[in-house]
Nanobody, 120 residues
Framework: QVQLVESGGGLVQAGGSLRLSCAAS????????MGWYRQAPGKQRELVAT???????NYADSVKGRFTISRDNAKNTVYLQMNSLKPEDTAVYYC??????????????WGQGTQVTVSS
């Protein structure tokens, strides 16, 4: 019923750009904090960027100035524009929907992930 579907991943050369999209269904999209996380082989899943329902953003230090998270509530979609990509950005990128603003309504949903590979 709840689905987060990522798209836009692929293979790019260092210095290139990609735009990831995450389309959500089965949730009241506008109330969620949305986020992008990534996980490289052998490493823990880490925060890349988040955006609140009020459009306040937060970024990992490693991507500040290069990545931009945005949301379109009318389309139930969150985006991650990735510029100046580095080989270190290679990972599976996951979309996250988070809400904990109610005693009875709280959740943390994840998409299946999309592979981003940056070659040197």
């Amino acid at each position: 019923q709840v689905q987060l579907v990522e798209s836009g991943g692929g293979l790019v050369q260092a210095g290139g750009s990609l735009r990831l999209s995450c389309a959500a269904s089965g949730i009241i999209f506008s109330i969620n904090t949305m986020g992008w996380y990534r996980q490289a082989p052998g490493k823990q899943r880490e925060l890349v960027a988040t955006i609140t329902s009020g459009a306040s953003t937060n970024y990992a230090d490693s991507v500040k100035g290069r990545f931009t998270i945005s949301r379109d509530n009318a389309k139930n979609t969150v985006y991650l524009q990735m510029n100046s990509l580095k080989p270190e950005d290679t990972a599976v990128y996951y979309c996250n929907a988070h809400y904990n603003g109610s005693y009875y309504l709280n959740y943390d949903y994840w998409g299946q992930g999309t592979q981003v590979t940056v070659s040197s």
